[in-house]
């Protein structure tokens, strides 16, 4: 990137050591071009006992909390800002998920350090623990906040059956504290992300303000008929539960188009036929329903919508209709703008004009800390729009624009260039 303003003391991240550090961080759990490193596996549990030595070189008092969030805090006195991100991976992941929000992190405190002008600012980080969603999804960041209750902790179980009171013995972690972070401290949290989508790529544009993250909500809807032999069963006194779960399928796709903002999204990503034979007339029949939205009366709205589907097609046939909730919602949430006109300016300053807002269709740790203090975050380029797979990368010079634009807008945030 070029450095074409004449701020002589205008916080500079060194690029080098981001490169390197990224690329290390890299090497826990590496397999092909990506990382094979879930919450608690000891490829994730060696990545944070580096990342704990890490953030003490930096000069920040650094621990692992009982959960295996890693943290690091400045010793400076007065307000200050958390930046991170998670540093788990799916189990099979990408090298740049969570993990760049780390490193950045991690870079912008050792600048600030380096800084005459800067090293006073309180900047505290966080690598936060199974954002994934291996056992519990944001896990850290919800435990940190307060708002992991001890049942959900004792009852997680991950896919194949491992408690996480276990994972927890197994990593060594049992004996730890929890921590909580201490919330009056903060005047914002700040994450960076890779997009993990194509927008930004699509539209040539280097850095993205985030406004929103999307909000979930998913239905299951069950359909219960009469099953029956497929050869001697008239059609007129069928009672088919796949039939009508065809037809609500089709209703769906009809209507939410047609009342659909802009980037909602839904998907109808599983079914279950029962008995599922060729000359069966299915009896039962279910249906997941998921949409996404960053308006919480977008949501709302399609939500009646499915029961409005419902009501209809329950008087027309003779099979019973049930919808009932399959997840617990996730609300949207807003990121702060007086925090994110810092990350704009900045952008503009560095990248003029190749940055652009955008809502997150993917959710984050952000939006577990917006609900406790003023959050923001900033987006770089995913090549080809691809992530949660071995094949996602960004560009080397994207990376390295992302994390200035994030030291700069720190800065600003205390007031500083
Ligand atoms: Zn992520």
């Not at 623990?129 to 991950?158: I, K, M, W, Y």
Request: glycine residues 8%; aromatic residues 6%.
């Amino acid at each position: 990137m070029n450095a074409q303003n004449g701020h002589h003391n205008m916080l500079r991240i060194n690029a080098d050591r981001l490169l390197a550090d990224l690329d290390r961080l890299r090497c826990f759990g590496a397999q092909s071009t990506g990382v094979v490193r879930p919450a608690f596996s000891d490829a994730d549990m060696q990545a944070r006992y580096w990342l704990r030595e890490q953030f003490e070189q930096a000069g920040l008092r650094s621990l692992i909390d009982g959960l295996g969030n890693v943290l690091g805090f400045s010793r400076n006195p007065g307000k200050a800002i958390l930046m991170g991100s998670h540093a788990d991976s799916q189990s099979t992941g990408g090298w740049l998920d969570g993990a760049m929000g780390v490193i950045y992190a991690l870079e912008v405190a050792r600048c600030l350090s380096e800084s005459a002008a800067h090293r006073h600012l309180a900047v505290d980080i966080v690598a936060f623990q199974d954002e994934e969603s291996r056992f519990v999804g944001c896990l850290g960041s919800r435990s940190l906040t307060g708002s992991l209750d001890h049942p959900t902790v004792q009852n997680a179980v991950d896919k194949d059956g491992v408690r996480l009171v276990d994972a927890l013995n197994h990593a060594g972690l049992s004996g730890t504290p929890r921590e909580q972070l201490d919330l009056g401290r903060y005047l914002g949290f700040l994450e960076a992300h890779i997009e993990q989508g194509p927008t930004l790529e699509a539209h040539a544009m280097r850095i993205g303000v985030v406004t929103d993250i999307v909000g979930v909500r998913g239905l299951k809807v069950v359909f219960k008929g009469q099953q029956n032999h497929a050869g001697t069963t008239m059609m007129a006194l069928r009672r088919d539960a796949s039939t009508s779960l065809y037809e609500f399928a089709y209703r769906i796709n009809q209507c939410f188009a047609a009342h659909a903002a802009p980037r909602s999204v839904w998907t109808m990503g599983r079914v279950k036929l029962i008995p599922n034979a060729s000359s069966i007339i299915p009896g039962y029949a279910e249906l997941d329903l998921q949409f996404r939205d960053a308006d919480e009366a977008q949501l709302e709205r399609f939500a009646s919508l499915a029961h409005e589907v419902r009501e209809l097609m329950t008087q027309s046939s003779g099979v019973d209709i049930e919808i009932v909730e399959a997840r617990a919602p996730i609300k949207p949430s807003r990121m702060s703008e007086a925090l994110y006109q810092h990350l704009e300016q900045s952008a503009q300053e560095h990248v003029p004009d190749a940055w652009m807002h955008l809502p997150s269709g993917a959710f984050h740790d952000a939006g577990i800390m917006a609900a406790f203090m003023p959050s923001a975050m900033l987006f770089i380029p995913s090549i080809k729009g691809i992530s949660h797979d071995f094949a996602e990368d960004s560009h080397r010079d994207d990376l390295v624009l992302g994390c200035q634009v994030m030291a700069s807008a720190v800065a600003s945030m205390f007031g500083r260039q």
